[in-house]
């Protein structure tokens, strides 16, 4: 069966940096698209990035640009985002997403979903 699995999630100071992995299983990894959504306490789902299934052409939602980068590993079934000079802002649980088609900021366009990882920033 399908499977996403986050890590590299936890606790890390302002202006510190994570990695998050996403290890993909039970389907064709590079023919689908990749994300990343984060979720804070009592908020809505929010679009953080997503990388296309064939040039792998990086998007980002606003409040991460310049921050935050995205980037897959075919050969491995791996998507990863690098977060650098994090802030108490971006605390929250974050999803990884596999899509079959092209519309990365929509939420009811994403096929799969990992479980979530815990990323908290203090202040």
């Known amino acids: 069966q399908v499977q996403l699995v986050e890590s590299g999630g936890g606790l890390v100071q302002t202006g510190g940096s994570l990695t998050l992995s996403c290890a993909a299983s039970?389907?064709?990894?590079?023919?689908?698209?990749m994300g990343w959504w984060r979720q804070a306490a009592g908020k809505e789902r929010e679009f953080v990035s997503a990388?296309?299934?064939?040039?792998?052409?990086?998007y980002y939602g606003d409040s991460v640009k310049g921050r935050f980068t995205i980037s897959r590993d075919n050969a491995k079934n791996t998507l990863y985002l690098q977060m650098n000079n994090l802030e108490p802002e971006a605390t929250a649980v974050y999803f990884c997403?596999?899509?079959?088609?092209?519309?990365?900021?929509?939420?009811?366009?994403?096929?799969?979903w990992g479980q979530g990882t815990q990323v908290t920033v203090s202040s």
């Open positions: 990388i296309s299934r064939i040039n792998r052409t990086p």
């Open positions: 997403s596999a899509y079959s088609g092209s519309y990365y900021y929509r939420l009811g366009m994403v096929d799969y």
């Open positions: 039970g389907f064709t990894f590079s023919s689908y698209a």
